[in-house]
């Protein structure tokens, strides 16, 4: 037979035996026969194409093909034997076995058997389920879809920015969005606030409640799904088990159910970036081209949301080296991953480049555009302040939901765990309980924050030292542990290029953000990083404590012990917690409030003909936005008080002028209204009173300091 025949034979047989030789050694280690002449009896069948079947794992572990129970511990260790074991006359085999396996995959015949399911490369490496996780992260998704739905009158448009994008475009009756929109943010979201608007008027005829959820609408939308596709993902990377804890973690997180409840940028821009970093690891992982247009439109929409939309690319780029530093299996791929990163930074460049010509056309250009961000850098020597800033304001924000979320994650690990190994495997309940109790304490005192991070770090310094570990040993490094343990098959050992690009995203924004004027929203993005990785460390957490054998005669005093520092610690966490404000949930109305009663004033003024007056808002865009929800005048957002001077005198509308603490921070602005004017006068004060999320937004100016804010309305003769 010449040596094409051998090929094609080869290739026919190895399609067949892969599937089998690997259903053996699975069902191997599950039955416990984990020996040598075990496991070397029940691979005989792939043994006899054991590197063809070697190639084949490879390529079927990239496209996410097994779990735990055929690659990880004992199957690990199998593999190993086979590939030392394999004549090197058989190494012919191995193109041909990658074909083989394509063909036995196109016509379904080994599908099953391969871990392959309706979501080609997209599904959760190593189940065959990929449905039931699909129904949990849909169920989370309905869960926090609750979570940010709860108080719906307490939602407002407050915050400067939230104006900004809300009023961004002409307003239906004429008057004017907020100058020089452009510098805030790209078109994206303040368009799909301007859709929700327009759909809410046309179905419910507007009011300032309604206009206010309308809002709204995108941040919730984009919210909910996040928590979804947190779960999702952290499956992908990191087992099934994660996904559980993240989902819980990102559910709860008072931080994002705060942001989710804005009108602002960072609750979309944190969708957009996890799905274009996933898409990004699935296209390098796979070499697929509809996983890599994705990843370029993700990319192209988080740019289009915010002007630094184009860190997937960085984290990618960053990720992919780390990820070859350290991994030689990632190293021989390395050229074909770069090029995929290539076509999707292309793709991501193209799909934002309308917005760059937009902002051409407006005038000054991006150039502009990077000089205004640029005087909120801090530079070297606030860097500190800005991180401790920032830790700050993550402990205000965070409640009693953060910590709840924190130990529902660490339970729902350990259920999924003992419900995958059996009645006697992890750690007994007491045992979880008081580590879930133990968290909750942390989290209480030190904030939910900390111990997200702590547990990603952990994490992360764990997987890449055992990669550098197997590195220096060569192949056969895997510990004897493994061998013993027979995780489910749902569970996956995180790929190397996952773990290279959640390292170059959390530490990487952890370096980085503190850099900037310390807004609280600039860390949404880290933390949602952050959770990715504390998911898996949980997993790893319930693992370790479930692999500790206890003595028998110690058995009960121990378990007794736990449940004792279950109590003592809920009763800490507890005390800690009692007195906190949810402020996801606090009122936000303050701005809406007063608009409704600016507005009264001036219909008291004009005789009830609130369609002949004209009201200019200074420095106050949620305030316009409110008074535009307002029926009847036209509002005008104004950046100064310039316009008052050139307006003519005794004209035939009412001119209104409102001016907030925004405005009155502004030199010109008190100066005008201190300065004697005939033209200015003064008609009422309303006190303000700004929610959490605008105070601390006013870093590094004491948040006690807005205790005196105050709405003033003139009349302009």
């Known amino acids: 037979m010449n040596m094409r025949g051998k090929i094609s034979s080869a290739a026919t047989a190895s399609s067949k035996l892969t599937a089998i030789g690997f259903a053996s050694i699975s069902g191997a280690m599950r039955s416990g026969r984990t020996d040598r002449s075990s496991i070397t009896h029940d691979s005989a069948n792939s043994n006899r194409h054991g590197l063809a079947c070697t190639v084949a794992w490879k390529r079927c572990r990239s496209m996410g093909g097994f779990g735990n129970s055929g690659l990880s511990g004992g199957g690990r260790i199998a593999y190993y034997r086979i590939m030392s074991r394999t004549p090197r006359r058989n190494r012919v085999a191995s193109r041909a076995a990658i074909a083989g396996r394509r063909a036995a995959l196109a016509s379904g015949a080994d599908a099953s058997a391969l871990g392959r399911t309706a979501f080609g490369p997209f599904a959760p490496s190593g189940t065959a389920t990929a449905f039931a996780d699909l129904r949990y992260a849909a169920g989370m998704t309905l869960v926090a879809a609750f979570l940010r739905l709860i108080q719906p009158a ?240 993550h402990r205000q924000f965070e409640s009693w939901p953060s910590t709840v979320g924190i130990v529902v994650a660490f339970m729902a690990v350990g259920m999924r765990g003992a419900a995958s190994r059996g009645p006697n495997g992890g750690p007994h309940p007491a045992a979880r309980a008081a580590i879930a109790s133990g968290l909750a304490v942390i989290a209480a005192w030190l904030g939910a924050v900390a111990v997200v991070g702590i547990l990603c770090v952990g994490f992360l310094a764990r997987a890449i030292g055992r990669a550098r570990l197997r590195v220096r040993r060569g192949a056969e490094f895997a510990s004897s542990r493994d061998v013993d343990r027979a995780d489910d098959a749902a569970e996956t050992e995180p790929s190397m290029l996952a773990i290279g690009l959640l390292t170059a995203w959390v530490a990487g924004l952890f370096v980085a953000t503190p850099f900037y004027h310390a807004y609280p929203r600039l860390t949404l993005p880290w933390l949602c990083g952050a959770w990715l990785g504390a998911a898996r460390a949980m997993r790893d957490l319930d693992r370790w404590c479930g692999r500790v054998s206890i003595a028998g005669r110690l058995r009960a005093p121990l378990v007794t012990a736990c449940v004792a520092s279950s109590f003592a610690f809920t009763a800490l966490a507890a005390f800690r917690l009692a007195d906190t404000t949810v402020r996801a949930w606090e009122p936000r109305d303050g701005m809406r409030r007063i608009a409704a009663a600016v507005a009264d004033r001036m219909a008291e003024r004009s005789g009830g003909r609130m369609e002949s007056c004209v009201v200019m808002v200074c420095g106050e865009p949620a305030l316009a936005f409110h008074l535009n929800g307002a029926s009847g005048p036209t509002v005008l957002a104004v950046g100064d008080l310039s316009i008052v001077d050139r307006m003519p005198r005794g004209a035939a509308r009412r001119v209104f002028l409102v001016t907030g603490p925004n405005a009155e921070r502004m030199d010109e602005v008190r100066r005008a209204l201190a300065a004697p004017s005939d033209r200015i006068e003064w008609i009422a004060d309303y006190a303000y009173a700004p929610s959490m999320l605008v105070q601390r937004n006013l870093a590094p100016r004491s948040d006690s300091d807005a205790a005196a804010e105050r709405v003033r309305l003139f009349a302009i003769r």
């Not at 150039?367 to 205004?372: F, Y």
């Open 154 to 393: 307490h939602m407002a448009v407050e915050h400067f920015d939230e104006g900004v994008y809300a009023t961004n475009l002409p307003f239906a009756d004429g008057g004017s969005g907020y100058p020089l929109r452009h510098f805030y943010a790209p078109p994206l979201l303040p368009g799909l606030i301007r859709i929700s608007l327009g759909v809410e008027r046309a179905t419910c005829g507007g009011g300032l409640f309604a206009d206010s959820l309308a809002a709204m609408a995108p941040s919730l939308i984009a919210g909910s799904l996040t928590v979804g596709l947190v779960a999702w993902v952290a499956s992908c990377w990191f087992g099934r088990s994660a996904g559980r804890a993240a989902a819980w973690l990102a559910a709860f997180s008072d931080f994002h159910i705060l942001y989710s409840r804005a009108a602002l940028t960072d609750a979309s821009l944190v969708l957009f970036v996890l799905a274009a970093v996933w898409f990004l690891e699935r296209a390098m992982a796979t070499r697929g081209r509809l996983a890599a247009a994705l990843a370029g439109a993700a990319t192209g929409l988080a740019w289009w949301t915010k002007y630094n939309g184009w860190l997937p690319l960085a984290i990618g780029l960053v990720g992919l080296g780390f990820a070859v530093a350290v991994d030689r299996e990632t190293r021989r791929g390395a050229v074909h991953r770069f090029v995929v990163w290539m076509a999707v930074t292309l793709l991501a460049m193209a799909v934002w480049s309308p917005v760059w010509a937009s902002i051409e056309f407006l005038g000054g250009g991006y150039a502009a555009v990077a000089a205004n961000h640029r005087q909120y850098l801090v530079g070297f020597g606030g860097w500190l302040a800005s991180l401790a800033r920032q830790y700050d304001n």
